[in-house]
């Protein structure tokens, strides 16, 4: 099959991968994403299965073949597997990944996989129970490594765990997190604290650079791995007597944003250039018919022009963003 030509930027940056958040709400108060848990801010619909599916339609007409399903917690959505099926089977879209807290996982494994999902991001930000409880407000870490097993049993072709790395809270824990991937076939992420408008104070406390993880790797042998083209902001490192392997991603480091090869549709339908741009472009009044397709792809064209080369996160500039939770991270 012959794909259409890539979307792209004003900087030569390449768009083959979106990002869409299908909720705002998740069941978990991640202490640096909803401390206070989830806060209803108003009524509109989150985007329907119908619309979801004009949406990922146009995309792949831009040559978009990745989709992830983020959120929030994408799978608190009743109709989460129709969703992922209905991504999962519009042509041109060769891979659908989903990020997860891991919520009843062992369970629901196999269904999301059987939806033509392919790729899974689990979140795991310590591997002591009383801690993951403390960071997550939820005991649940036993119930979430049992998905990670589950994941890797049922078939994923790509199975990762984003840990946020939070200075004082999980930073003395690397050699655990080693342990954990020494016989699993997973790629562990350490993702270094983005700073949000609601997060401030917890920031300036928890914040520590990525950068400290990468002497501790090489004294104990792990070796960077060369970037495979089109790879996304991670930099992973190898072992030799390890299944897994590590990764880390470092938003404020220079340059990060070049390899930035993703766009960003938020539950309402709002398309974001960046994880961190102020505001959205309302494509939802484009989403209401299936001979709106032209017209939505004409409109995301458009507004690539308006694509910066950077988040300018390190001047403090946060964007609009209260929180992670309102776009998927
Ligand atoms: N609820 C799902 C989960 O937690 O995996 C998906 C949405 S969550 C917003 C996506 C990822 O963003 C998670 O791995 C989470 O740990 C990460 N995240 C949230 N807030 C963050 C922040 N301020 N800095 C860095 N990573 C963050
Ligand atoms: Fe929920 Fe994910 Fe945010 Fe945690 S990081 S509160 S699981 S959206």
């Known amino acids: 099959m012959n794909h259409p030509p890539l979307i792209g930027d004003r900087f030569g940056r390449r768009f083959p991968y979106l990002r869409l958040s299908v909720t705002d709400v998740c069941n978990f108060r991640c202490s640096y994403c909803l401390p206070d848990g989830y806060q209803k801010a108003h009524n509109d619909e989150f985007i329907t299965v119908a619309e979801t599916g004009r949406l990922v339609k146009a995309f792949a007409g831009l040559g978009t073949w990745k989709i992830r399903l983020t959120g929030g917690e994408p799978t608190v959505r009743p109709d989460f597997v129709s969703l992922a099926e209905t991504v999962s089977s519009t042509p041109g879209i060769r891979r659908v990944a989903f990020t997860t807290n891991g919520y009843k996982l062992p369970e629901r494994a196999r269904s999301y996989y059987a939806s033509g999902l392919r790729a899974i991001n689990i979140s795991i930000d310590s591997l002591d129970p009383r801690r993951f409880h403390e960071i997550t407000g939820?005991?649940?870490?036993?119930?979430?490594?049992?998905?990670?097993?589950?994941?890797?049993?049922?078939?994923?072709?790509?199975?990762k765990i984003n840990t946020v790395l939070l200075k004082g809270l999980n930073d003395d824990e690397l050699d655990g997190f080693l342990a954990f991937v020494e016989s699993r076939p997973v790629s562990l992420r350490f993702i270094e604290l983005m700073q949000t408008g609601d997060n401030l104070s917890y920031f300036r406390k928890h914040h520590i650079p990525a950068a400290v993880i990468r002497s501790k790797l090489a004294e104990r042998g792990w070796a960077l791995q060369e970037r495979a083209e089109g790879a996304g902001p991670a930099v992973e490192y190898a072992h030799p007597a390890y299944a897994g392997r590590i990764g880390l991603i470092a938003p404020y480091a220079k340059d990060f944003c070049n390899s930035c090869n993703r766009l960003r549709v938020s539950s309402r339908g709002a398309l974001h250039l960046c994880l961190f741009g102020s505001g959205g472009y309302d494509l939802?009044?484009?989403?209401?018919?299936d001979d709106q397709i032209e017209e939505l792809k004409d409109k995301i064209l458009s507004l690539m022009q308006f694509k910066r080369s950077s988040h300018f996160l390190h001047e403090g500039d946060t964007g609009v963003r209260r929180h992670l939770a309102s776009i998927g991270g």
Not at 148 to 155: R, S, T
């Open 138 to 159: 939820h005991n649940r870490l036993f119930e979430v490594v049992e998905g990670v097993n589950a994941a890797l049993n049922v078939g994923f072709e790509s199975v």
């Open 284 to 289: 939802r009044p484009l989403l209401q018919a």
